[in-house]
């Protein structure tokens, strides 16, 4: 009985936290699904990277709060609905209520036929921008976690090494752990600018924060 009780006094004091929580209300007021917008925009305001006209690939996209700000970057005037200069491709592995203008696929970024259909919609096309806010379950045990996290960021990186501009940037969540180092490396490895930014929506308490890699490297051919 302790033990509920407690989990009681956590999930009470989660949920105050949630309700009173600013950029929850921000969200509510201004139409967004998720706070996680407000990570997006700081770090798009502070590097300028969304831009109209641009093709945006949003990986790991459910419930569509990135996908919302990036439709209003590309928007005129900051439309949620109506007219659109550039295309949006999300990707989840959750089902998402459909977001005008933006084409979804529901399947696992893991999966090489999710990846083959993700191409297809790309239609030929190389992303300006990638965001990803893709995340496995953690599981508590920090090695397994840390290889989930590496495995994620490097099929996002791949992704954008086949199909980024060379000029194009990639947005993705990482978490400061027993991983990050490598993550890191693979971003210095892959992008001639690298920038590490931790947003205020972004919790305190919470490990995660977010790498930015602007310019692909160019890939030496083989002899």
Known sequence: MKVKTKSKKVNKAWLNDHVNDTYVKLAQKEGYRARAAY???EIDET???IKPGQVVVDLGCA????????????????AAVGELKGAIIGLDI????????????????REPEV?????????????DVVVSDMASNLSGIESADAARMELLIELAIDF???HLKPEGALVAKVFHGSGYNTVLGLFKDTFRIV?????????????ETFLVGIGLKA?????
């Open 195 to 207: 920038k590490p930014i931790k947003p205020k929506a972004s919790r305190d308490r919470s490990s």
């Open 94 to 109: 959750l089902p998402m209520e459909p977001i005008e203008g933006v084409q979804f696929l529901q399947g696992d970024f």
């Open 63 to 78: 419930p569509g709060a990135w996908s919302q700000y990036v439709r209003r970057r590309l928007a005129p005037g900051g």
């Open 39 to 41: 990570k997006l925009k």
């Open 47 to 49: 590097l300028h990277l």
């Open 219 to 223: 890939v030496a051919n083989a002899a």
């Open 160 to 162: 954008c090494q086949n």
């Open 115 to 127: 990846l083959a259909q993700l191409e297809q919609l790309m239609q030929g096309r190389q992303a």
